[in-house]
């Protein structure tokens, strides 16, 4: 992602919370008080008020379903051992869960098969020795593909900014949004805790999945049903600047 789109993707995102999280006390929210708090130019503002909701804002279709397919299949109880781990699918089945199943449960637009190809072309779903369908580790961390990057980044930077903001202005619950941090690490120190991190983030991540997904389903129909949630990790471990000084 270039400087300049990630600039401009940064400017929807401080607009797009200052309209909906900052409401003015008194009067209406109006383009300049919007400047006022966030720093972008009040014809960017303006410009991005009149747009409305842009298509960032919104998975792609196919992304849409992927995601879909994934978090259901590692998290919801048909499809994972008793370990909690995905279980291995047939491609189709007259009982039981299978593949085919898992797709026509989440969309009957998109035919299971061609599902399938586009998950298997990018690595996300394999076969094993017995012929069945496995989810790859790399569905659960995804390395590729610049459309759902882009559109996870904005999504997740939106979300934590939004909390922070949230936090800040001292509303009646705050999120949780809490950090660990160390310095005078040795590398080695370091890539022996971002291991662990990662291994205690994909378990939350995973525990956290399986519970939503049983949420979801229980509550899909009900009137009430119009709020969505995100949890999330991160890692960063730059050089100390005061070590190279030293």
């Known amino acids: 992602?270039?400087?300049?789109?990630?600039?401009?993707?940064?400017?929807?995102?401080?607009?797009?919370?200052?309209?909906?999280?900052?409401?003015?006390?008194?009067?209406?929210?109006?383009d300049s008080r919007i400047t006022l708090l966030t720093g972008v130019h009040r014809k960017d503002v303006?410009?991005?008020?009149?747009?409305?909701?842009?298509?960032?804002q919104y998975p792609p279709v196919a992304l849409s379903l992927s995601a879909q397919i994934i978090a259901y299949w590692a998290g919801n109880g048909g499809y994972t051992d008793q370990a909690g781990?995905?279980?291995?699918?047939?491609?189709?089945?007259?009982?039981?869960?299978?593949?085919?199943t898992l797709v026509t449960r989440l969309s009957t637009d998109i035919r299971p098969r061609a599902v399938l190809d586009d998950l298997m072309d990018r690595g996300l779903v394999?076969?094993?020795?017995?012929?069945?369908?496995?989810l790859a580790e790399s569905a659960l961390v995804p390395r590729e593909g610049m459309d759902e990057l882009a559109f996870f980044l904005g999504r997740n930077l939106h979300d934590h900014i939004a909390a922070c903001d949230h936090n800040l202005a001292e509303r009646e619950k705050a999120f949780i949004e809490r950090t660990v941090y160390y310095?005078?690490?040795?590398?080695?120190?370091?890539?022996?805790?971002?291991?662990?991190?990662?291994?205690?983030?994909?378990?939350?991540?995973l525990s956290l999945n399986r519970e939503a997904s049983a949420l979801a389903d229980r509550d899909q129909d009900a009137?009430?049903?119009?709020?969505?949630?995100?949890?999330?990790?991160?890692?960063?471990?730059?050089?100390?600047?005061?070590?190279?000084?030293?």
């Open 126 to 134: 394999g076969v094993d020795t017995e012929g069945r369908l496995v």
């Open 183 to 205: 310095d005078r690490l040795t590398p080695e120190a370091v890539s022996r805790l971002e291991d662990r991190a990662r291994e205690l983030g994909m378990d939350a991540l």
């Open 1 to 30: 992602m270039t400087f300049p789109a990630l600039a401009a993707l940064l400017k929807e995102l401080y607009v797009d919370v200052a309209q909906r999280d900052c409401p003015p006390v008194t009067g209406r929210q109006t």
């Open 85 to 100: 781990a995905p279980l291995p699918l047939p491609r189709s089945a007259a009982e039981g869960p299978s593949f085919e």
């Open 223 to 246: 009137p009430h049903a119009d709020r969505r949630m995100s949890f999330g990790v991160y890692f960063y471990s730059p050089p100390n600047p005061q070590s190279e000084e030293g």
């Open 46 to 56: 303006k410009r991005l008020r009149d747009r409305g909701p842009t298509e960032h």
